[in-house]
C-alpha cells in the first residue's frame, strides 16, 4: 500500500498542468476546453488519492474501478467516453514525456454510443423566438440582433458573445470569427441580421453603454462581454415568452442554422466551412436531422405514409 505524501499530491497537480500547457501549445485548443480536461483529471486525481494511489502510479485496474463508479453514480456512456478520452490523451502524453513506461490506459475499452441527433427548432419556432425581445427597449435590441446573428451565422455560443467591434464589416456584411483550435473563418450574415445588428448599433449600444467604452459588440449593462451562461439564461427566458417548449440547449440556433439551411438544399460541404467544423464527419450529423424531418413530413402527409 502507498503513502501519499504532499510531493506526490504536487507533482500529480505538475503534471496536469505541463499537460495542459502542451495540449494549448501543440493543439490551440480554447481555455474552455483545457478546462474540461483539467477537470476530468483533478477527479480522478482526488478519487486515486482517497484509495491511495496517485495519477503516475495509477494502474489499468484502478481507472476500471474509477470509471465504474462513475457508471453507478449514473455517468451517461457519452460523459464516460468523453472522460476516458482525457485519461486516455493524459496517459499518451506522460508515456511520451518518459513520466511512465505503460500506459494503463491502452487497453480500456470506451462505451458504445449511439449517434444522437442534435435538437433543433422548427423554422415557425425560430420566427417566435427571435420575434420574442421588446424592440422598444436598448436591451431588447441587443438581444434581437444576437439573436438573428447567432440564427444567420451558426456561430457557437462562446463566439458570438466574444464577438468585438473590429470582427464585423457592416459594408461587406461580413464577421470574421476565429473558432477552435485558432482557426479563422469569415461568415455572412444576411439581410435581416445585419439590419438589426446596425439597429442595434444606431439606437441602442451607445445608450445601454452611457459613458462607458468597450470592445465587446454585444456588451451588459456594465460594459463588459456577456458570459455564455448568461446568453444561455436569456435563450430560456425568451423561448418561454415563444411558447416554445422543447429542451433547448446553448446551440439550439447553431443546430436550427445548420439543419435548415441543409432542408433548403445548401451543399453539406459550405455549411461545414461556416460552421467552422474541421471534420466533415462532423458536420453529417445534420443530414440525418433533415433525413427524419423528411420521413415525418412523408408519414404525415402521404397517403401510405
Do not use: C
Amino acid at each position: 500500500m502507498r503513502v501519499m505524501s504532499k510531493a506526490l499530491v504536487e507533482e500529480d497537480v505538475a503534471l496536469i498542468e505541463r499537460f495542459s500547457d502542451a495540449l494549448w501549445l501543440e493543439r490551440g485548443l480554447s481555455e474552455n476546453t483545457l478546462n474540461a480536461y483539467r477537470s476530468d483529471l483533478q477527479s480522478l486525481a482526488r478519487w486515486l488519492r482517497a484509495n491511495e494511489s496517485a495519477l503516475q502510479h495509477a494502474a489499468r485496474h484502478e481507472l476500471l474501478a474509477y470509471l465504474q463508479q462513475r457508471v453507478e453514480a449514473g455517468a451517461r456512456p457519452r460523459s464516460s467516453a468523453r472522460l476516458l478520452s482525457s485519461i486516455r490523451r493524459f496517459y499518451r502524453y506522460l508515456l511520451r514525456e518518459s513520466v511512465i513506461r505503460e500506459d494503463p490506459s491502452a487497453r480500456i475499452d470506451a462505451p458504445k454510443l449511439g449517434r444522437p441527433l442534435p435538437k433543433t427548432l422548427t423554422e415557425e419556432e425560430v420566427e417566435r423566438l427571435l420575434a420574442a425581445p421588446d424592440l422598444k427597449t436598448t436591451m431588447g435590441l441587443r438581444d434581437r440582433a444576437m439573436l438573428e446573428v447567432l440564427y444567420a451565422s451558426g456561430l457557437r455560443v462562446s463566439e458570438l458573445v466574444g464577438l468585438t467591434l473590429a470582427q464585423v464589416n457592416l459594408q461587406q456584411g461580413l464577421v470574421r470569427v476565429m473558432g477552435k483550435g485558432s482557426k479563422e473563418r469569415l461568415v455572412p450574415l444576411g439581410e435581416e441580421a445585419l439590419h438589426r445588428l446596425q439597429t442595434f448599433m444606431r439606437e441602442g449600444r451607445g445608450l445601454l453603454l452611457g459613458e462607458k467604452r468597450a470592445e465587446a459588440l454585444f456588451p451588459s449593462k456594465h460594459g463588459a462581454a456577456m458570459s455564455r451562461q448568461a446568453f444561455w439564461q436569456l435563450i430560456k427566458r425568451y423561448a418561454v415568452q415563444a411558447g416554445i417548449s422543447k429542451p433547448l440547449s446553448p446551440h439550439t440556433l447553431r443546430h436550427a442554422f445548420a439543419t435548415h439551411l441543409l432542408n433548403h438544399g445548401a451543399d453539406l460541404r459550405v455549411v461545414q466551412l461556416l460552421l467552422g467544423h474541421s471534420s466533415l464527419s462532423t458536420t453529417q450529423i445534420y443530414t440525418y436531422v433533415a433525413q427524419e424531418r423528411l420521413k415525418g413530413l412523408h408519414a404525415m402527409h402521404h397517403p401510405r405514409g
